[in-house]
């Protein structure tokens, strides 16, 4: 029997530290049998949860960001989120989804890399919108083998298979998740070149080809291109309802509002085609994001054999990939800032790469 009590829960600790010369204090995650080893203010946030075993995760800690520990802990904020997990942020975040973004990759990166059992939870949580619907929060369980483990290097069995699933499911994330993130101001609903670029985009088929670097829509393929147009209509003129229900509501002008009557869908989508520059940088973008983070996964057997001798190394490699990522995120599109991507690339590729087959 258990003997964790609500005076000291156990914890499941997700914290990545890094020491004054940019290393990685170690461990990144473990279980904690007792609180002493925290910050008193974390202590305390764990029992006022009132559970007896609480997955922490505080955000990441840089000596050069933050000064000392101390000061780091005085100004965390908790909350409990729909997964359950005890979330810590800091109030002078300017973006505290791309915090959780970094955070979440680090720990499951570095999991996978040394085989870290520390029960995990990783989520995808969408900014809030004042227009469209935005979609629930996507949480993943990670297996206990540490989710990435099962990430295959370039060239193995399974490569092929595994990124080509993982691209299927990302896309069709990405592209549910942008819409109400994108869409936060009426006014942008009369640029209507971009906005209807971006509804269509949305509303195509998520696209593979024959080998994994096809990952995506290739803008130079008019075959790939066939492809995600395959029953757009029906699922653009859903897109084109919503919208226009929102000028209605909002009292838009009649003549802003019908050119996104659902009845339009069909001529909205050709004269995209015709005329594909913004929708073009929409699947060129989300197939360079995806295309970058397979390879940053492909990555990790590699640093795996690396770690044993030199993980310091190792941690600045992973941090160093996943912020030249964090750059495609942000700017994915009009230069605003879409960093909860990052999450949805993480959710969907743990859950992909831990059902897949990989030997058949």
């Not at 990685?24 to 080893?37: A, I, K």
């Not at 004042?130 to 979609?135: A, V």
């Not at 897109?239 to 509002?257: D, F, G, S």
């Not at 230069?335 to 990989?358: K, N, Q, Y």
Request: a positive charge; proline letters at 7%.
């Amino acid at each position: 029997m258990s003997t964790q009590t609500l005076s000291n829960p156990r914890v499941h600790l997700h914290w990545v530290r890094e020491t004054p010369s940019r290393a990685l204090h170690l461990p990144f995650s473990t279980s904690l049998e007792t609180l002493d080893s925290l910050p008193l203010s974390v202590q305390t946030a764990v029992r006022d949860s009132g559970l007896n075993t609480v997955e922490l995760h505080l955000p990441p800690y840089r000596p050069s960001h933050h000064g000392g520990i101390g000061e780091y802990a005085a100004g965390l904020q908790f909350r409990q989120d729909a997964a359950g997990r005890l979330i810590a942020t800091r109030p002078d975040d300017p973006d505290p989804l791309a915090t959780m973004a970094y955070h979440q990759a680090i720990v499951l990166m570095l999991r996978a890399i040394s085989g870290d059992p520390t029960p995990l939870t990783i989520t995808a949580e969408s900014p809030r919108s004042p227009l469209l619907r935005r979609p629930l929060a996507r949480w993943h369980r990670c297996a206990g083998e540490g989710a990435l483990a099962k990430a295959p290097a370039e060239r193995s069995a399974g490569y092929n298979r595994a990124y080509k699933a993982v691209s299927t499911s990302v896309q069709a994330a990405i592209r549910e998740s942008l819409l109400p993130a994108h869409f936060t101001e009426l006014e942008q609903f009369a640029e209507r070149q971009h906005a209807h670029a971006l509804l269509t985009w949305s509303a195509a088929a998520p696209t593979v080809g024959r080998h994994v670097d096809e990952i995506g829509v290739e803008v130079l393929n008019p075959q790939s291109v066939n492809n995600a147009f395959r029953g757009l209509t029906r699922n653009l003129a859903t897109r084109l309802e919503e919208v226009r229900e929102i000028l209605v509501r909002h009292r838009a002008n009649p003549v802003e509002y019908a050119h996104y009557n659902a009845g339009k869908a069909a001529k909205i989508a050709t004269a995209c085609r015709k005329r594909p520059r913004f929708m073009n940088q929409l699947f060129a973008n989300e197939r360079r994001l995806i295309s970058s983070f397979v390879g940053m996964c492909a990555r990790i057997p590699e640093w795996r054999e690396k770690a044993a001798g030199n993980p310091a190394a190792v941690f600045r490699q992973v941090r160093d990939s996943w912020e030249d990522l964090e750059v495609q995120c942000r700017g994915f599109y009009q230069r605003r800032p879409h960093s909860f991507l990052g999450s949805i690339l993480l959710v969907e590729a743990v859950r992909v790469l831990e059902a897949v087959d990989l030997e058949n």
